[in-house]
């Protein structure tokens, strides 16, 4: 089960930070383009949860690596700043302590293919390796990433069981998302139409076919539905209230794609009722990652408007 930490003073791991930046609003232009992936694999002689986060902003990309440690207050972390301008940052290798034992963070992102996310898409790898073991390997290059580390595979494969990014747009968002048979990848496109003549509405497409259509937000800006993707169920919850209603502070729209049931505590303005699409505005639980956690996969999406 993932939990979402709430955030503290001081020094503040990577799910903290997104907090941080998640609270600053779009004017501000200081919210960071990022994609954070929760991969649970055995390292150390325990099964951790090892917390990926790539980053983009003005200065370029950074990749931030979080081991927990589960009997400790102080985790294991590893920064790499992907400077864009500078070809040898693209390729290195750092250690760092888990417990007392050493892990090796192989990159290599010179012919990396970046879109709009500070996730690359294509030719490249990052390799976590302990003990001559395989830990984590990201990335499509996977035999150049062996050669490299001269490692094995770990005996227990990693698996991805959160991620969390924030995705800017005008009115079209992309991301892309591990879901049904096999959790193969698949491409989400959430597009919205909330001025015009005609009542606002939004609607979702997966692998460019319409999935979803959500009209008249004004009564649906929360709500669930359960799509078929691969002939498999998968839950999507949405709250796109700021999107329609703060005109101060452009807030974005939250989205929760995810296989498996969602425990959600709900805020007392709200009386303990369910997700429910077809109650009216106010009568749903607030999508928020903090009082949320999931039994599979959970991909938390935040949609910030542009002007």
């Not at 790539?54 to 200065?59: A, D, F, G």
């Not at 990159?107 to 709009?116: M, P, Q």
């Not at 048979?181 to 989400?188: C, M, S, V």
Request: net charge negative; with cysteine.
């Amino acid at each position: 089960m993932v939990a979402f930490p709430v955030e503290t003073a001081s020094s503040l791991d990577p799910e903290q930070l997104e907090q941080r930046r998640l609270t600053e609003t779009v004017a501000n232009e200081t919210i960071e383009n990022f994609v954070t992936c929760i991969h649970r694999a055995r390292l150390a002689g325990l099964s951790r949860d090892i917390i990926v986060s790539w980053s983009k902003s003005l200065m370029g990309h950074s990749l931030h690596v979080l081991v927990e440690n589960p009997s400790e207050e102080n985790h294991s972390t590893c920064k790499i700043d992907l400077k864009t301008w500078q070809f040898w940052g693209k390729k290195g290798l750092k250690s760092f302590k888990v417990g007392e034992r050493r892990v090796d963070v192989f990159w290599d992102s010179r012919t990396a293919k970046f879109s709009s996310s500070p996730e690359p898409v294509s030719d490249y790898y990052v390799a976590l390796v302990s003990e001559k073991e395989l830990v984590l390997l990201l990335g499509d290059q996977k035999t150049e990433a062996y050669k490299r580390t001269r490692s094995k595979p770990s005996p227990m494969d990693a698996a991805l069981v959160h991620k969390k990014e924030s995705v800017f747009a005008k009115r079209c968002f992309c991301t892309r998302t591990m879901l049904g048979k096999g959790k193969r990848e698949h491409h989400i496109i959430i597009e919205s139409a909330l001025s015009g003549p005609y009542d606002p509405e939004m609607w979702i497409s997966v692998d460019g076919v319409e999935s979803l259509r959500i009209p008249n937000l004004h009564w649906r800006f929360r709500g669930n539905e359960t799509l078929l993707v691969d002939d498999v169920p998968v839950q999507i919850f949405w709250d796109v209230h700021d999107w329609l209603y703060n005109s101060n502070e452009s807030g974005p729209g939250t989205f929760i794609f995810m296989q498996g049931t969602l425990e959600c505590e709900f805020d007392n303005d709200y009386g303990g009722r369910n997700l429910d699409h077809d109650a009216p505005s106010g009568e749903n639980c607030d999508l928020r990652p903090e009082e949320l956690s999931c039994t599979e996969f959970c991909h938390f999406l935040y949609a910030w408007m542009t002007e």
